[in-house]
């Protein structure tokens, strides 16, 4: 199958590794330094004691990589305009394009039936529409990632946690088809978990609980998931909103009684999540998809989130210094 991951990122390395090494066409864009690091030593994953090698064929321009059986985008959401702008090259008549990324997607309105409630109208998560014109629906995956994956330097990727490697995929209308067959097929030869999901937005909620509550305390504090374990303040502050963003999926029709705060909290991963790196290194955060638009839901909803509330404000402050210190 012909693959080009869109952003060769931490994610986007690991799953570009692991298709390469089971035989797949894999193609990918990337840029800067790990554009040219990848292109001269290829790209490598650490895991389970394992070294995954590939070559890539590479391009800071999709049009030089052609169309696509599937693209597969793992940039972050702050960046899915430039990818709206750019990804026509990689599309042929049949390509689908899977959205493996965090929060409250863009098409989360698109397919959703009743009894549940329409979820509130959230532009910033498509600017303008422009992914809703470049990727028509008809060709839109969405995505749940569970690994834990850190970039140690350009092109070389660590899998932090063994027993965490899944893609959960799935139409927005949750229908199933011969793509999405393909797709879980596919890897799951290649060694990344991907069973049946009959509830697209249960699995992205199940997942949100943990990124709302958990990757935005460590984003504020500076500390490794764990932090919620193994201090009793904060580990109550976690459970408190986490049990506010239950309250809201299911305002919203999802079922997410499952979730128990006080049972996940021992077992919290000793990983840096994804947001604190992104702030470490000064990049735009994903404060729009994991924490505001489950509180838009909240307020649509009429559900008070003092909890979250509290931690969004820290955290829109948080992100506006960083960006004044980059600016200065």
């Known amino acids: 199958m012909r693959v080009c991951v869109f952003g060769l990122g931490a994610i986007g390395g690991h799953i570009a590794a692991r298709l390469a090494a089971d035989g797949h066409q894999v193609s990918a864009v990337a840029r800067g330094e790990t554009l040219a690091r990848v292109r001269s030593e290829g790209l490598v994953l650490r895991s389970r004691g394992t070294t995954f ?8 321009d999709p049009a030089a990589l052609g169309p696509q059986d599937v693209v597969i985008s793992t940039v972050k959401t702050t960046a899915l305009p430039d990818l709206a ?6 599309l042929g008549p049949d390509t689908v394009v899977v959205f493996a990324q965090n929060g409250i997607p863009w098409w989360y309105a698109d397919g959703i039936a009743p009894p549940r409630p329409q979820p509130p109208d959230l532009p910033r998560l498509d600017p303008a529409g422009v992914l809703a014109a470049a990727v028509a629906s008809e060709r839109t995956i969405g995505a749940v990632i569970h690994s834990s994956n850190t970039m140690m330097e350009p092109g070389v990727v660590l899998h932090e946690n063994d027993s965490r490697n899944t893609l959960l995929i799935g139409r927005p209308d949750d229908r199933g088809d011969a793509s999405v067959d393909a797709l879980r097929k596919m890897l799951n030869s290649a060694g990344i978990d991907s069973p049946p999901v009959a509830d697209i937005r249960q699995a992205i909620w199940d997942k949100l609980l943990v990124n709302m509550t958990v990757s935005i305390i460590c984003l504020i504090t500076g500390q490794r998931a764990t932090v919620v374990r193994d201090d009793e303040r904060i580990g109550a502050m976690f459970v408190r909103a986490a049990r506010e963003g239950m309250a809201v999926a299911s305002a919203h029709g999802i079922d997410v009684s499952q979730f128990e705060p006080e049972a996940f909290r021992p077992k919290a991963p000793d990983h840096m999540p994804s947001i604190r790196q992104d702030y470490d290194r ?14 838009a839901f909240a307020r649509a909803a009429g559900i008070d989130t003092p909890t979250l509330d509290a931690l969004a404000a820290i955290a829109v402050r948080q992100s506006l210094d960083r960006q004044l210190q980059r600016n200065v």
């Open 53 to 60: 090698s590939a070559r890539l064929n590479l391009s800071d």
């Open 85 to 90: 702008a750019s990804v026509g090259p990689l």
């Open 282 to 295: 000064g990049r735009p955060l994903e404060l729009d998809t994991m924490l505001l638009a489950p509180i």
